[in-house]
């Protein structure tokens, strides 16, 4: 399925942070973020909702709120800027809610709105209808603490929510501190514009394009990202294998100088994984190296080994020397570390 909000990916932890940003049911539509929530949930560990909204459509954010009310993943709500009306609602049904220290949250009754969101007259069968959806955010909002005719007072007055407010009134479970005092003097509707400006210009720009990640997979642009997760699975199993190998010849040429055998040749391997400057010390190649260099220089090798021909433009990259020559590779390592590193993180950039 295609996730067609901005959506943020930590492929490690198996989680993924999802935006609703703008209006339900006119920016973004709240029944199709439902089924990508549904979609999320079959993936992710973890699925947090970043919340800058005025609202929108009941309907559609009651889509949501029944989705995340069933989810395996647990849930979170963070609230970037502002959550006023149904989009205040939806933290409700989340496992935690956090809120920005300039961030607002607005609560109050629902009512009938036009395809402009303008409100409208409501028929004695829409202000049932409303009454209906009323008790079931009383139900919700509930859910953190205050009585049910405590909230729907709330739901009367339209009430507004400082972080701080919120935090008192149980509508959310911590406060992230940050360093943007500016934005709690702003009006609800400039701190919308405010930070939906600056998450737009974040998603412009090139590093985390999709159509770049594309190319720079090799893929077509238009991959979904499942497919894109499993390239740069493939990728990374690839460059795991190509480390192995590495590791492989290290352990050859150390078992040469005595310095693994047997017994200590796993915890070698360890430890090549945790700190490979400290195992590369260990092997006391010198011993080992040394004689085979020296033998290449006699006969008359040495260049083509180490990738120095006249021409620089031909040089050997770090592949080559892994598959071709390890004992060059190694050599290189003590005799030109500079060289080495310049070599492996050229290599090691194709996988990133």
Not at 18 to 34: H, N, R, S, V
Not at 104 to 124: E, L, Q
Not at 295 to 321: C, M, P, T
Request: hydrophobic share 40%; charged share 30%; aromatic share 6%.
């Amino acid at each position: 399925m295609e996730i067609r909000t901005q959506h943020i990916v930590n492929r490690e932890k198996k989680e993924i942070t999802m935006m609703l940003y703008g209006m339900i049911g006119k920016d973004f539509d709240g029944d199709y973020f439902a089924k990508e929530l549904e979609y999320a949930d079959r993936i992710y560990d973890q699925v947090t909702i970043r919340i800058n909204s005025d609202g929108g459509l009941v309907t559609q954010g009651l889509s949501i709120i029944s989705q995340l009310v069933q989810m395996k993943a647990y849930t979170i709500a963070q609230i970037d800027g502002v959550a006023a009306s149904m989009s205040a609602v939806i933290p409700c049904a989340c496992d935690e809610v956090r809120m920005n220290d300039y961030a607002r949250i607005m609560i109050h009754s629902p009512y009938m709105v036009d395809d402009n969101m303008k409100a409208v007259k409501m028929s004695a069968k829409d202000k049932k209808t409303a009454e209906s959806v009323k008790g079931i955010l009383v139900d919700l909002l509930s859910k953190r603490g205050k009585s049910k005719e405590e909230i729907s007072k709330l739901l009367n007055d339209e009430t507004w929510y400082t972080a701080d407010e919120a935090l008192a009134a149980g509508l959310i479970h911590s406060i992230i501190a940050t360093d943007r005092p500016e934005l709690k003097a702003v009006s609800s509707a400039q701190l919308v514009a405010c930070i939906q400006k600056e998450v737009d210009t974040l998603h412009t720009h090139p590093i985390i394009k999709m159509k770049q990640i594309c190319a720079k997979l090799g893929l077509p642009e238009n991959s979904d990202e499942s497919v894109i997760l499993a390239k740069m699975q493939e990728r990374e199993t690839a460059a795991a294998a190509q480390g192995t190998k590495l590791v492989d010849r290290y352990l050859e040429l150390g078992r040469k100088s005595g310095a693994v055998t047997d017994d200590n040749a796993e915890k070698m391997r360890r430890l090549a994984g945790a700190d490979f400057e400290l195992f590369v010390d260990l092997l006391k190649l010198d011993t080992v190296v040394t004689p085979i260099v020296e033998k290449d220089r006699i006969s008359n090798h040495i260049v083509d080994a180490l990738g120095k021909k006249a021409d620089e433009k031909n040089e050997k990259d770090f592949d080559w020397f892994q598959k071709n020559n390890p004992q060059a590779l190694a050599a290189m390592e003590i005799a030109e570390p500079e060289r080495f590193k310049k070599l492996f993180e050229a290599y090691n950039a194709q996988f990133i």
